[in-house]
């Protein structure tokens, strides 16, 4: 899925930068099978990338940077679709990603239980 | 899904609350068919309340309080499965609903596509 720059934009300013260093929350779900795996933010910039490419990319807190998923791992995700939810401040990317999404192997970065996490697992 | 104080005061320990008002993200997605129902905030009492009671609780960044999901439409939702992320900043909660998610009556908070707010649906 690729949008115009046009498109991109005008999605890009309907929506409320409420969180964080002005981000919008975003779900990353696999189209295949609806797993969810992984949450992560986008400003401005990353959500007009995102849908201009129709590759993921997202706004890293902690390095304070824009970043392409993938852009080290070669773990691209292919956006297959978009949503926006009813106060503008999320969005699910639905994607097919070419590889594990989590940095530690794991298809999914939800890989443990509450409970796993109450016995210690890390 | 219940867990006694003492594991959900661990659990909650272990959380990293680093979005906005001390909070971490909550994505609630529907335990029969995976679908993403809403995304809210949730701050370390909202985590203990959601545990220890198997009902889904929310922490408002709008009105910055604690609330039960359904405390005025009656439309509970029943936790099945809670998971966490691997940087501790963020849970998905897999549950029962008792009745549509989304404010405006929509079973989802994410009802409309990108291409849809393109073209104005509100």
């Known amino acids: 899925m690729r949008m115009s720059l046009e498109e991109a934009t005008r999605l ?3 929506l409320w930068y409420r969180h964080t260093d002005s981000t919008v929350i975003a779900v990353v779900q696999d189209a295949s099978d609806k797993e969810v795996l992984m949450v992560g933010s ?9 849908l201009t490419t129709g590759l993921l990319h ?3 807190l902690s390095r304070k940077r824009l970043w ?5 791992s070669g773990h691209i995700h292919e956006v297959v679709e978009v949503r926006v939810d009813c106060d503008n401040d ?3 990317v639905k994607v ?3 590889g594990p999404t989590c940095h ?14 109450v016995q210690g697992k890390t």
């Open 12 to 14: 890009a300013d309907s």
């Open 42 to 50: 986008m400003n401005r910039e990353a959500v007009i990338k995102t």
């Open 58 to 60: 997202l706004y890293s």
């Open 68 to 72: 392409m998923k993938g852009e080290t």
């Open 90 to 92: 999320a969005l699910i």
């Open 96 to 98: 097919r990603p070419h």
């Open 104 to 117: 530690t192997g794991n298809r999914s970065c939800f890989y443990r239980t509450a409970e796993e996490v």
